[in-house]
């Protein structure tokens, strides 16, 4: 009995340390993901310029690496936005910008054609300017937005590299997708919704991060609208067991990110964030501040919500919130 105790113990003591190294890998994986998109060279991700471009091009490299199919055999949504004047270095414009979406076939006959998006903005005001939405507008200076929103977008490419891994697929297909054009009105998203690779009623339902990358002392995640599909509060709720995160439920206040694109069109959606800070919309949300060890618990945690939701026995209907 003692010698049984014993290996118990050893054993555990082993998960534990499995647990803990591979959580500093992926929080390895987040941090370098957060810190090429967030960097100087990006110049702030701002619609139509190069900066935006290359952080597009970041991420249609993982997403073909990771092997998700295209849609109409680009990785990528072109649109166009206006930019009105005084915002980054730019005139008044109607300028290029692009979703950059693919998808996980899923692995049932008939769930396949339903889709669940998971996704997360990569834009951000660039330079600023006084008709920014930088709360420094006097402060003519690059916002790399290193929680706003490279750690959602860090987070989708953590949460893919897993997904990639699974030997058998989620019954549902998966679409992923990072919009252009969110600081200016969740445009890309609003595009997204009008321009659909894929059938509105097969669209089941909509997970969206924006700034995750922050969490905080008490490591409490928010969400909202998780009450926009059967059980989804139940869901989140059983979801924390030994996710080392008190998530902070609620069921409607679906937030005002690019999910709520999704939620106008009858479509449930949650949007799941760290909080607010100092440093939102201004030259100052840097990489030096995130907290990349709790953004790859984040990234665990929707993983593990997503996987759920694809293998989603119940049929997917649209329960409206408050």
Not at 255 to 279: L, N
């Amino acid at each position: 009995m003692k010698s049984f105790k014993a290996s118990n113990y050893f054993l555990k003591i082993g998960i534990l340390f499995f647990c803990i190294n591979l959580n500093a890998q992926n929080a390895k994986t987040f941090y370098q993901h957060d810190k090429y998109l967030s960097s100087d060279k990006m110049e702030g991700r701002f619609p139509g310029t190069k900066g935006n471009n290359k952080a597009a091009a970041y991420i249609k490299k993982y997403f073909k690496k990771y092997s998700l199919k295209e849609f109409n055999n680009s990785y990528y949504q072109p649109f166009r936005l206006f930019v009105k004047e005084g915002i980054n270095k730019m005139k008044s414009d109607s300028v290029s910008t692009q979703n950059v979406l693919g998808y996980i076939e899923g692995s049932d006959s008939k769930l396949k054609n339903e889709f669940i998006v998971i996704g997360a903005h990569y834009d951000h005001w660039g330079w600023g300017g006084q008709g920014s939405g930088s709360k420094k507008k006097e402060a003519f200076a690059i916002h790399n937005g290193a929680d706003d929103n490279a750690s959602g977008v860090s987070a989708l490419l953590c949460i893919l590299e897993e997904i990639s891994k699974q030997k058998i697929k989620p019954k549902r297909s998966i679409i992923f997708i990072s919009f252009s054009g969110e600081e200016e009105g969740l445009l890309g998203s609003k595009y997204f919704i009008n321009h659909l690779p894929v059938p509105k009623e097969a669209v089941k339902v909509m997970l969206n991060m924006d700034m995750v990358g922050r969490l905080n002392d008490k490591k409490e995640l928010y969400m909202g609208g998780a009450g926009t599909f059967p059980n989804g509060v139940e869901l989140m709720k059983k979801l924390q067991e030994n996710s080392g995160l008190n998530p902070v439920i609620h069921a409607g206040d679906v937030g005002g990110s690019d999910h709520v694109s999704f939620y106008k069109e009858s479509i449930s959606a949650v949007g799941f964030h760290t909080g607010g800070h100092p440093q939102y919309h201004t030259p100052d949300d840097d990489i030096d501040l995130i907290n990349s060890d709790g953004g790859a618990l984040v990234a665990k945690y929707i993983y593990n919500a997503l996987t759920e939701i694809a293998n989603y026995e119940e049929d997917l209907v649209f329960i409206k919130q408050n």
